[in-house]
């Protein structure tokens, strides 16, 4: 699992634990938001931000590895 993913994971994770604990999501249907969640994370996380746009999608990457 790479880097992003990993994060978006434990994200989606702590956000599905506070909807639990609010009471706004049950463990009963927590299939039905986790994934939709996990992937609205991923996508944000993933979206070059406005300086990483101006300076190429390349050298975005290469600052994201390290």
């Known amino acids: 699992m790479d880097k992003l993913k990993?994060?978006?994971l434990q994200?989606?994770?702590e956000i599905m634990?506070?909807?639990?604990?609010g009471g706004r999501i049950s463990p009963a249907n927590f299939?039905?938001?986790f994934k939709?969640?996990?992937?609205e994370?991923?996508?944000t996380i993933s979206e070059p931000t406005?300086?990483?746009?101006?300076?190429g999608e390349h050298?975005?990457?290469?600052q994201r590895k390290s």
């Open 6 to 8: 990993a994060q978006a």
């Open 11 to 13: 994200v989606a994770k």
């Open 17 to 21: 634990v506070k909807f639990i604990e």
């Open 31 to 33: 299939a039905d938001y």
């Open 36 to 39: 939709p969640i996990y992937s």
């Open 41 to 43: 994370v991923l996508r």
């Open 50 to 55: 406005p300086g990483e746009a101006a300076r």
């Open 59 to 62: 050298e975005a990457k290469e």
